[in-house]
């Protein structure tokens, strides 16, 4: 069997366009419609593409493919050639008028040309855009937020040709950029206020103390402020794991902004001694690189949460997001009155979302938690934190422990009891709900965790994997494609599960091409290449198959196929059934 090609995948913005009436126009006046198509690409289209930090794809007869790193820029660009055609409409009728689709999705790369599910909604996108406007898919709506100048309209659920799966679009039309202003106008909204919805990313602060084991500290400063900035819907957040790749590096604020999709990064310092605590903070526009606003403060330590609200409330100011009554009040919660406690936590949290995932790691968790709690009884923090590492424990077996489930399953109870709005607390809950099976519960737990905190990425993956395994696996893309979105830089294991959703749903050339993206971005992962055995079964690749074996099994000798799908709740059994007849297929033993 020939060698199977690799190809590299990523997330892109996707636009297609497409000329309205070109055959009947080539029918007219071939000279006259190539004459003016060209004269459209070479001082409109293709201007306004590298103005946008677009790339031009190829050409398809009328229509164009072109690809960018932003969405916010895709839909920019594509507003601006909508809005540059409707002004040079020729009375001859001669002129060109174009139909503009953009999506938000995994593409495949094959040298200069993409491919893809990520293409191929762009492309049915604009097959349905209304004359001179543009339609967009549901996610880039979500991303771009108030980014853009304009208002899309809810053209609701369609279904498109050899896309399998119910499409929400948005649309909107040059013509009611008149309507949009005036309404606007009467309001009294100030432009600067429409201009763009608001985004942001927390680099992880400098620690200044002179003390490398004061990095804990920081980091969990830094953490806090993200948690609570997460909490308000106006504000797209990007979550820690992506924020923190930059953490040590000299970085400029402007790549920043590109690589995350963000209009500001907020980056600053943290100087503790004794009883002390300074913290500099300044937040900077993602675009231009100028201060939006800076500060510096120096309190005592006991008025940590106090400071983490100030800062919290001043980038809000900054950013011109209004707060509601509720999502002040959360992040105005004071949790424990024990410093103590607070610096226990923060230690005992840090191990569990820090890079290692050993014993040791395990244990320092567990120890802080346990002291915490000892110090302050009510404090509903280190319990979550004790769900999460006996949760942890339950996975990885560190311990020995043959309770772990059950004891994660006591202490969120426990939790939730001293916390019922804490978000972290509804997470590790619908962790434990999908670790017992219980699915509806898992997705309910989730929800709850999102109500309170909208941006909290981990509790969308949660919630896309109850839509796995409940039997609706391709209903979980648009959760995964959104916490790609808010985690650009670490989504690895969401490539697993996108592979997983579209195995379980019998799509096996997508479910390959998704396990190897999340091989080549973690050598080592063990479960990825079980499953994409499993797949390359059903497409009968025996071979290729049986090599992906050798390499599991140097990677983790112990690895269990049968172990592997025992683990998991599928509430159809067929579904489980389906994956274990394609590693059969391949003769190894499970």
Not at 130 to 150: F, H, K, L, T
Not at 412 to 441: S, T
Not at 497 to 510: N, P
Request: net charge negative.
């Amino acid at each position: 069997m020939a060698e199977r090609v690799q190809s590299d995948r990523r997330l892109a913005a996707i636009l297609a366009a497409d000329v309205v009436g070109y055959s009947r126009m080539m029918g007219a006046d071939e000279a006259g419609t190539l004459a003016a198509l060209k004269r459209h690409r070479e001082a409109l289209f293709n201007p306004a593409v590298t103005e946008h930090n677009g790339r031009v794809v190829k050409l398809i007869g009328d229509g164009t493919l072109v690809e960018f790193s932003s969405v916010v820029d895709a839909v920019k660009c594509a507003i601006a050639i909508q809005r540059a055609v409707k002004e040079q409409d020729e009375p001859s009728g001669k002129g060109v008028t174009l139909r503009i689709g953009v999506n938000l999705g995994d593409v495949i790369i094959d040298g200069d040309d993409i491919y893809g599910d990520g293409v191929n909604v762009a492309a049915r996108l604009e097959s349905i855009a209304e004359p001179g406007g543009v339609c967009i898919a549901s996610i880039v709506n979500e991303s771009v937020g108030r980014r853009v100048d304009v208002a899309f309209k809810d053209g609701g659920e369609v279904t498109v040709k050899n896309i399998d799966r119910p499409i929400r679009v948005w649309r909107w039309h040059p013509n009611s950029d008149s309507v949009a202003r005036e309404l606007r106008q009467l309001a009294g909204e100030p432009a600067a206020a429409r201009r763009e919805q608001a985004s942001i990313a927390v680099l992880p602060f400098d620690n200044m103390s002179g003390e490398p084991q004061q990095e804990y500290f920081s980091d969990g400063i830094s953490e806090d402020i993200i948690t609570d900035l997460s909490k308000i819907a106006g504000l797209l957040v990007i979550a820690r794991n992506s924020s923190f790749t930059y953490k040590g590096k000299s970085v400029d604020i402007r790549t920043v902004g590109r690589e995350l999709g963000v209009t500001a990064v907020l980056e600053g310092s943290i100087r503790r001694a004794g009883n002390r605590v300074r913290i500099t903070a300044q937040l900077i526009d993602a675009a231009s690189g100028t201060h939006l606003w800076a500060d510096r403060y120096d309190r005592e330590l006991t008025d940590i949460f106090a400071l983490q609200d100030e800062v919290t409330r001043r980038i809000v100011e900054a950013l011109r997001v209004t707060l509601t009554p509720a999502e002040s009040a959360r992040i105005a919660q004071t949790p424990t009155e024990s410093m103590e406690a607070h610096d226990l936590f923060l230690r005992g949290r840090e191990a569990l979302l820090g890079t290692q995932s050993t014993k040791e790691m395990f244990e320092l968790a567990v120890g802080c938690f346990t002291r915490a709690i000892e110090l302050d009884a009510d404090y509903a923090e280190p319990y979550a934190g004790l769900a999460h590492a006996y949760n942890r424990d339950f996975q990885n077996n560190y311990s020995g422990r043959t309770d772990s489930k059950q004891l994660s399953a006591h202490f969120v109870k426990l939790a939730l009891e001293k916390g019922p709005d804490l978000p972290y607390a509804h997470y590790i809950a619908a962790l434990v709900k999908f670790w017992e099976r219980d699915l509806a519960g898992c997705t309910n737990e989730a929800e709850k965790s999102l109500a309170l905190n909208p941006n909290f990425v981990l509790a969308m993956g949660m919630r896309a994997f109850a839509k796995i395994y409940g039997g609706v696996p391709l209903d979980a893309i648009p959760d995964i494609e959104r916490a790609m979105r808010l985690d650009p830089l670490v989504g690895h294991l969401y490539w697993h599960f996108i592979g997983s959703a579209h195995l379980v749903a019998g799509q096996y050339e997508k479910a390959v091409e998704a396990f190897r993206q999340r091989i080549r971005l973690v050598s080592d992962t063990d479960l990825s290449r079980g499953f994409l055995i499993a797949a390359l079964g059903h497409l009968g690749e025996i071979e290729e198959a049986r090599r992906v074996w050798a390499e599991l099994k140097k990677v983790n000798p112990k690895y269990s196929f049968a172990g592997h799908m025992g683990r998991l709740p599928f509430t159809n059994p067929a579904d489980a059934d389906r994956i274990r007849d394609g590693f059969a297929k391949v003769g190894l033993p499970d």
